[in-house]
């Protein structure tokens, strides 16, 4: 629990990620972001690629749960193809929203690990509780003015480069 901002490994794209990595970890469940790591900001709805990442993780046994801090109507949109368990309004890097998913899927913190394009949101939150976390590249660098502030901040704690 002591990694602080460091995230436990840092890819290119969620999309390109390997499951073994997770597996061979005891990884049992994800918690994933939605905004620039799923999907753009400018997106409403999952595609085709984000529908076939879900289905790879339930079918290599991972179970799925979305944690974001999105409205209820925009998490409500995304989540309506994909049926998961879904978090929205969650606060990150807040504990609540991370362990609300993780007991709805019945995963204790060794056995989960998180996702997400955010330093400050997505990585501290998940390892203030001992979550694996994985640090994605933003999808889109077309963001809201905040979290292009946030961006230059990040590059400042992140000691490594994308996988």
Known sequence: MGKGLQPDLFVKSIFTFDV?????????????DIDN???THKQKVPDEKVVELIKFF?????????????????VGVFNEKL???????????SKKGFLQAMEKLNLI????????DQLFTDICGGNKIGLTTILVEP???DEPLTIQIKRVIEKLF????PI
């Open 109 to 116: 913190p060794e056995e989960t690990a998180v996702i997400g």
């Open 139 to 141: 999808l889109d660098v």
């Open 20 to 32: 073994c990595w997770l597996k061979e970890r005891g990884i049992k469940g994800v918690l994933l």
């Open 58 to 74: 339930q079918k290599n046994d991972i179970q799925v749960a979305l944690v974001s801090n999105a409205t209820k109507k925009r």
């Open 158 to 161: 992140v000691k490594q480069k």
């Open 37 to 39: 790591t799923l999907i």
């Open 83 to 93: 049926g998961l368990y879904a978090r929205y309004r969650s606060f990150k890097p």
